[in-house]
Each structure stands twice: as structure tokens, then as C-alpha cells.
């Protein structure tokens, strides 16, 4: 864990260099994940299935689980487990029917009629992590909003569980939210058969969904042949603190994305010496209890850091540089802050709205945008599975008293044809 005892120029420095934390990674990744879409382009189930062998050491007993198996297993889930999954997907629901846009329609005293119509994409892919730990969460997160947008179709893609078989908890996840078919294949070669196509998966319109960086690259690869939500790669954690914090809390806090992935990133950002030294003081104490020890441990060497900034403008600032996926403001007054942060996927605040929090049971999207890409991505929500398509009607008088400014416009583009389509018409 690095400890920068500076803001000013060196703090900022140290910002930018965090930014391009993981340059290299991408280079090394990019080559790999390039060679798996080729061949899963060409070979389809084949590489698929190899590819799975290769990266997760198993290939699926069946690639794709029906309704009944999804059921039966689902049923065998733990009940307190199911209870806490429902009441979480409800919150979800909840907070995602308020991002439903309407289609609309204007009339107007000439009779001219022009519109909106919004509507669900037909088939979407969701990727479900499932390398390190299982993510059923994850599940309700990406389905529910494709759900309420009236997506027709949503086909989920996970990688095996032990043994080849699938993880019950996820299946039941896929239940509650209501996906229709889910295949047992995960990293780069399945995103890559979700936009191809393959013998035993269905081509998709778009893929969503956050992933380890292979899974992340495959999907900046792919854009273009399908659309994508969004870079949602390995998870991030920004704490901004003034010396009202909690050190205990601000040490839980950053060890809950660590735990995510070697490539996670954790930083805290305080005005407090003493908030700087107590938290990093905690983080080695709390460490020694936590399962995943030993990735919490790189992550934090690699890409965690503790900056003491100068104030609280400066915090903010190199906030808005980082454009982390998530923001906790654990300060005497966090409101105040709210209006100041431009660039976060998601902002916690106080002391009492921990990052896991959002993680499972709030209501708002954990599937959020990494790598400083909050600067122009935004979360994961029902917007991200519709399409818009407008509609006009003209009148033929209403198309006549336009008709002179059309013609203009056409003629000074030099575009007869268009021009005559207006013509033919007076
Ligand atoms: N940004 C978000 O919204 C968000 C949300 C949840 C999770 N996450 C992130 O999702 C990630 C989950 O990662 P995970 O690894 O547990 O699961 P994952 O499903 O994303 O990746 C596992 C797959 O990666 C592939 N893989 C592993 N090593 C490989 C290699 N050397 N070469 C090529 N492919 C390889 C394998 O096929 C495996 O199935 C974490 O980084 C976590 O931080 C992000
Ligand atoms: N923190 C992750 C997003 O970066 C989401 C998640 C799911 N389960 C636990 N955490
Ligand atoms: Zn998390």
C-alpha cells in the first residue's frame, strides 16, 4: 500500500499515474483476447469448449441448462438465501421502473404528427462473473433493468462451476429476474459467441455485464460487430475522508473491492494524518481475518494507495481526475459534497452507506464503468436495453407551407433528388 504524504502537484502526479494503473496489462491482454475472438469466429462450439478447458480447467457438463434444471436446482438454494435475494431484487426493481421512459406522440393544430416509439431490444447477452467467486447479484443487476426496458429475449452467459456444473445460487438468481436461457461459458470466448453467434449460442444485439479485464477487452473488441453497455472491468474504490472519519470503517471499505481481483484498486483520499495512519493500521489488523487474504493483499501493493490532500476541494479535484466506479464521502457533512463530484459511477455517502451496500441490496446498479471511463459512461440501467425510433406524418398543406425552406436547404447541399421528391409534390 502506497502512502503519498503529499497533495499539491506530487498528489496529482500520483493520481495520473494510478489512471494509467493497468497500460501495460492492456497491452499483453489485448493480443490474447484478439486471438480468442478470431477463434471463436471460425470454430464456433469447438474453440468455445477448448477455450474453456484452457482458461478454466473444466468444460461445462452441458453448455446450456433447461428451465427444469434451472428450477430444480434453484429450489434446493438456501430459503434464508432466496428471501434475502428477493427483498434485494425488489430494491433493484424498484429503483429501476423510475428510469423508464415513455414512448410520446405531438400533435399539432396543422396536423402534423411526429414521434418517439421506445422499445426493449430484442436479444441481449449478460455476462455473469464467475472466475474467483460467483455473482448472483450480478445476475438481478444486469437482468431486472433488461426486463423492465422489455428486452425479448435474455440469454446469460457464466462460466462452470465446480466440477462443470452449474452454481445454484446463480440459477436462482436467473429465476427471480427472469432470464430465459443461460449457457455455462464465461471469459473472452463467450463474449465473443454471444456476438458471432455459435452452434449452441444465439447471436445477440448487445452484450452487458461487468467481467475480469478479458472479459472487459473482449467486449471493447466486439463493439461494433454488437453493442456493449460499457468498460465494467475489475472493480475500483475511491474513499474521500475528512478527520470526522471512521478508520475502522475506511479499512473495510477498500478491502471490500480489493477482494474482487489482483487487478482491483483501492485508494483513500483524506485531509487527516492521523484518519491516513489509523486506516492503513487497520487494513493490515482486518486483513488477517478475511478469506481472500492473498488477493486483497496484491491488489492493495499494485493498485492502493492513501493520499493526504491539503483540504477537501483538493479531494474532490482529484476525484473528478480519476473518475473512480465508486466514490464513498465519509465526512461530517457529505451533502455538501454531492454537487461537486462530476465524474463517479456511483457515490455512497456518510459513514453508514458502506460500498456493498450498493453491492447487493440498495437499489441503484453495481454494474458501473471502471478505468476512469465514469467520465463519459454512466451506470448500467433500463436505458441501456432500449432503442428510440421517431415517427413524422405531414399533412399535404402542412408539407407546402414548408416546402420553400426544404427546397433551400436541399439546393444549397446540392442535392437535386431531394429537391425533386419536394417538386413532384406542389
Ligand atoms: N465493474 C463492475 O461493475 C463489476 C461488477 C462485478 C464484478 N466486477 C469485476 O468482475 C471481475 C470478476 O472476475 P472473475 O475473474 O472472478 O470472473 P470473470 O467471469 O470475469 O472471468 C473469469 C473468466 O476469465 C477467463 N480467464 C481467466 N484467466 C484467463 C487468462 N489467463 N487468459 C484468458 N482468459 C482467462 C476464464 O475464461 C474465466 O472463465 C472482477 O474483476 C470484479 O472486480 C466488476
Ligand atoms: N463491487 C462489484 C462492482 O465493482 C459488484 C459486486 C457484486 N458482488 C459483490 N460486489
Ligand atoms: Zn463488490
Redesign the pocket.
Known sequence: MRIVKEGGRIGLDFIKQLKLRNEETNKQ?DA??SE?IDTVRTDGDKALLA??Q???GRIPEKIEIDKTEIKDLASRCDPEFLKALQNAAENIRDFHMRQKQQSWLNTRPDGVIMGQRIRGLSRVGI???????A?PS?VL?NAIPAKIAGVGEIIMV??PGKGGKPNPDILAAALIAGVDRVFL??????VAALAFGTESIPKVDKIVG??????ATAKKHLYGTVDIDMI?????ILIIADETANPKFLAADLMS?AE??V??SAILLTTSEKIAEQTVAQLYEQMERLSRKEIIRQSLDRFGAVIQCRNMDEAVAFANELAP?HLEICAANPMEYIGKINNA?SVFLGNYSPEPLG?YYAGPN?????SGTARFFSP?SVDSFIKKSSFIYYTEEALQSAQEDILRLARAEGLTAHANSIEVRR
Not at 455476462?127 to 467467486?133: D, F, L, S
Not at 461459458?185 to 463467450?190: D, M, Y
Not at 453495481?366 to 471502471?370: A, G
Open positions: 491482454v490474447v483476447v480468442i477455450y474453456t484452457k482458461f478454466d455476462y455473469v462473473p464467475g472466475g474467483t467467486a455473482y450480478s443487476m457464466t462460466p461459458v464465461g471469459g473472452a470466448q463467450a461487468p467481467g475480469n479485464i478479458y472479459v465494467a472491468g475489475p472493480s475500483e473491492q474482487h481481483d487487478l482491483a466506479e459511477g453491492d453495481h454494474v458501473l464503468p471502471t448500467l
